[in-house]
């Protein structure tokens, strides 16, 4: 039972905004350890990174920050929400 395979269908837009999210979350920021702690669940965010990597031409794209731009931007517009926050800066508790 453990090697049925699931299906996930995902948007364009979708696939390209989580692609960012997980090349940012693995490979950028190595912080991947203090996002998901159970490193069983590596297996699946490898797997799911390695299939959009293979999938999306438009990581590729000398014009790739501008369609994650605009992928963005319409995903949050499908989500009632105008534009992206910027997030709240770090409070030291000193």
Same mark, same amino acid.
């Given at each position: ?5 699931? &299906?996930?269908?995902? #948007?364009?837009?979708?696939?390209? &905004? ?6 940012? %979350? ?5 912080? @991947?350890?203090?996002? =998901? !702690?159970? !490193?069983? =669940?590596?297996?699946?965010?490898? /797997?799911?990174? *390695?299939?959009?990597? #293979? ?13 994650? %731009? /605009?992928?963005?931007?319409?995903? @949050?517009?499908? @989500? *009632?929400?105008?534009?992206?926050? %910027?997030? %709240? ?6």
């Amino acid at each position: 039972m453990g090697e049925e395979r699931v &299906v996930i269908k995902l #948007t364009r837009d979708q696939a390209l &905004v989580l692609s960012d999210w997980l090349y940012e %979350a693995m490979f950028t920021s190595d912080d @991947l350890s203090s996002i =998901v !702690r159970d !490193r069983s =669940v590596w297996s699946a965010i490898y /797997a799911i990174s *390695g299939t959009l990597d #293979t999938t999306l031409s438009e990581i590729f794209m000398p014009d790739y920050s501008e369609r994650l %731009a /605009a992928a963005k931007q319409r995903l @949050l517009e499908a @989500l *009632g929400g105008e534009e992206e926050e %910027a997030p %709240a800066p770090a409070v030291s508790e000193d």
